[in-house]
Each structure stands twice: as C-alpha cells, then as structure tokens.
C-alpha cells in the first residue's frame, strides 16, 4: 500500500530535549515535506527536500532541522524544543516539486 | 512575500445548501490545489488545476481557476454530513517552485 508513515504519532515532551519526529515514504518520491498545523494558521511549510541531500527552508524553519540521506526517509529534529512548537506536524512527499501531496497521519506533539 | 488568502474561515450550512470557498493570491500561480482535511485526519488531495480559466468537477464538487491564475474557488452543490471538514487551497511559492503555500483552509461544517 502506498503511504507516508510518521512515527511517534503522539509525543509529549519537556522543554530542551531533543527529538526527532521520524518520516518514510514508500513511493519513490523525490519531493518530501514537513508542516506545521495551528488552529487558526492552517499548515505552514517548516522545511522540504528536492532529493537526497538536497534541503531547503519553508516558512517557518527557525528551531527545526532536517536530513535527506535516502530517498524514502525525511526526518524531522528538534535540537531544543520549545513550548511554541506545540503543533500538530505533517510529512508529504510527492512524485516532483509542489504538486499533488500526500501526507503522512500526523504527529501531535506537545512541549512543557 | 506571497500568501494565499482563503475566506471564509469557516461556515455553517444546513445539508442540502451550496457552499463556496475562495483562494486568492498575491502572485501568479503555475498551478493551485486543492485539499480536504476531515476532523481528526490529514490533508487529502482532491484536485489539481494548471490552465487559466479551468473548470473541473469531481461530482457535487466544481473547481475553478482564475482567467489570471491568481485565484480559485471550490463549490460543492448540496452539501451532505460527509462534506464536514477543512478544505486548503495550495500554490507554489514564486520565488521557489518547489516550496509549496497552503491558504489558511475553510472550515465546513453541515448540519442534518
């Protein structure tokens, strides 16, 4: 079945530990993102990647980092959480570019 | 930097009424999209559209874009319960194709 997996999907966390919200694709896509969603902001693009080893910056990249080592994978790490990156985030990967996206379940993750 | 406005933010209808939302943008879009969030789920793709003036249905849903392709709209002709959810219009950032702008959604809510 073709999916996007995301793994935690809840997580609650404290303040200062670092986390990484984990992303696989099983599509062979070359396109993969992660957002944020906040009531009232709908989803806001935090970072995407073109290919492997290639990465770049969305909307909001401030507090958040990620790899592309291989085509499937697309993590998502937080060096120092934050109680304002309480969110519930997304990953989405797609054939090439911003076109059609399919998104992963969800991680909703809490900071204290 | 470019945005992608979405109204209204939500709206209330009764099953069997129509309902519209719109997506506009500051800049010109290479292409628009179009997703359904239910309550408790992730985005979902509907509809991709890329020519100017296109008009394109999928059932009791009609899209369309804009003649300047900066802006779109989403109709859904009587409404039924399974309508409720979030719908997102998304474009391409000018500035980078592959970044992707998600308007702020509409929320829907149908009442029997």
């Known amino acids: 079945e073709a999916q996007v997996t995301q793994n935690p999907r809840y997580l609650i966390t404290v303040t200062g530990k670092k986390l990484t919200v984990t992303c696989s694709q099983n599509m062979n896509h070359e396109y993969m993102s992660w957002y944020r969603q906040d009531p009232g902001l709908g989803l806001r693009q935090i970072y995407y990647s073109m290919n492997v080893e290639v990465t770049d910056k969305g909307d909001v990249p401030e507090g958040y980092k990620v790899s592309r080592k291989e085509k499937r994978n697309f993590p998502l790490i937080l060096e120092s959480p934050s109680p304002n990156q309480t969110s519930l985030y997304f990953c989405?990967?797609?054939?090439?570019?911003?076109?059609?996206?399919?998104f992963g379940p969800g991680t909703r993750l809490t900071v204290t | 930097g470019q945005q992608v406005m979405q109204i209204p933010q939500y709206q209330h209808v009764q099953e069997g009424e129509d309902f519209t939302t719109y997506c506009n943008s500051s800049?010109?879009?290479?292409?628009i999209q179009w997703y359904k969030q239910r309550p408790g789920g992730h985005p979902v793709f509907l509809i991709q559209l890329v020519k100017s003036g296109e008009v394109k249905k999928q059932k009791r849903l009609t899209f369309q874009f804009g003649e300047a392709k900066k802006n779109s709209s989403l109709h859904i002709t009587a409404t039924q319960t399974t309508d409720v959810g979030t719908y997102f219009c998304a474009g391409p950032n000018s500035n980078s194709g592959y970044a992707l702008n998600f308007g702020k959604g509409t929320s829907l809510l149908v009442t029997p």
């Open positions: 800049t010109t879009l290479s292409n």
């Open positions: 989405a990967s797609s054939i090439l570019g911003a076109y059609e996206q399919y």
